[in-house]
């Protein structure tokens, strides 16, 4: 069994602080028991919370670290603007790096991703390499910056990427405006539904990535499945902080297409940056159908100081799905950056 944090674990302190932008950040601090070898930052993706770590804490500290996780802009105990821009690649790694340097003003971090914590690790290492030794991401793939041309999100999805066709219905308010009619119980359901939820008659998950989500579900009377992938006390602790401020917020990340575009137009797309200047690590999922294993096929062009690629049997939730193979990838790629004689032998 692989060792795991529980809701309001006292194994973990929780702080906040408020960074430039004006956004107040909620955020996780894990120690070990000795000295730290180095600090660790880990980036949720959607619909997840710090907490979606909670597989990955108690091991690395276990390996002589120290673990700063964050509640990312619109979730948790986070603040949660309502405009769009805040929630660009650039405004977050803004953020993100106003954090590092205040919870490790003395030295360099390793960042791990998951979904689109993902991405954002790896727009993080192109934007502020000096403050990293090294960034891993679970699922996502590293796409580099676009220097062809603007295209719609529409128009990339029905040519080259199906699999991305639920992001239409997430970006659009429709699916929103259901969720929030149905109150607690339509966040509930949106968690399952993402959490692996299957339709007890015909075995098939609800989620479907090239379509999206039957907003029927929603309805009054609709039942939907509790996901087995996390204990009846997690999802109570997910509904209740997806409770506090909604899911505007997390499905903004869905809307930034445009301002994404527009911004990386201006600075790393215009001054060619599309190389990650530390070692990188990407571990697929087999069963991921949001983000299969195929798309990170040609990312080692863009690694000049190495990438390591590792696959774990395991749907989009591998974290928690398979949380041994996912800690002994993480645990052997900070070995791989520290050295052996930093880290603990359990590895």
């Known amino acids: 069994m692989v060792d795991k944090l529980v809701p309001n674990d006292t194994r973990v302190k929780h702080h906040t602080t408020t960074l430039p932008s004006g956004h107040t950040y909620h955020y996780l601090e894990a120690l ?51 405009p769009i821009p805040p929630y ?37 290492a192109l934007r502020h390499p000096e403050l990293l030794t090294g960034v891993f991401s679970i699922c996502t793939p590293y796409n580099a910056p676009n220097s062809q041309g603007y295209l719609p999100k ?6 080259f990427l199906p699999n991305f066709a639920y992001q239409l219905q997430f970006e659009d308010t429709a699916l929103e405006e259901k969720i929030n009619a149905a109150g607690r119980e339509g966040i509930k359901k949106f968690l399952n539904i993402l959490y692996g939820s299957k339709d007890e008659k015909t075995g098939k998950t609800h989620f479907v990535a090239n379509v999206g989500i039957d907003l029927g579900l929603f309805d009054e009377g609709v039942t939907v499945a509790d996901s087995k992938l996390l204990s009846g006390e997690e999802l109570e602790f997910y509904v209740g902080e997806y409770a506090r401020n909604g899911i505007h917020g997390p499905l903004n990340y869905y809307r930034t297409w445009d301002v994404n575009y527009e911004e990386e137009a201006a600075d790393l797309a215009k001054e060619g940056k599309d190389k990650i200047e530390v070692p990188g690590m990407i571990v697929t999922a087999t069963r991921d159908a949001a983000l299969p294993p195929a798309m990170a096929a040609n990312m080692e062009q863009f690694f000049p100081r190495g990438l390591v690629k590792h696959e774990v049997q395991a749907s989009h939730w591998a974290t928690w799905e398979n949380p041994g193979e996912v800690n002994k990838a993480v645990g052997g790629f900070v070995e791989q950056l520290l050295g052996k004689g930093k880290v603990k032998a359990s590895i």
């Open 88 to 124: 660009s690649y650039k405004s977050l790694c803004a953020d993100l790096a106003a954090l590092i340097k205040l919870t490790s003003p003395d030295s360099p971090i390793i960042l791990g991703g998951h979904d689109w914590g993902g991405a954002i690790v790896w727009r993080f």
């Open 154 to 159: 529409k128009t990339v999805i029905e040519q």
């Open 32 to 82: 070990p028991s000795g000295t730290p070898a180095a600090t660790v930052v880990l980036v949720h993706g959607f619909p997840d919370l710090s907490f979606g770590w909670r597989y990955q804490i108690p091991y690395l500290t276990s390996l002589s670290l120290r673990v700063i996780v964050p509640d990312m802009l619109g979730y948790g105990l986070t603040s949660a603007p309502s």
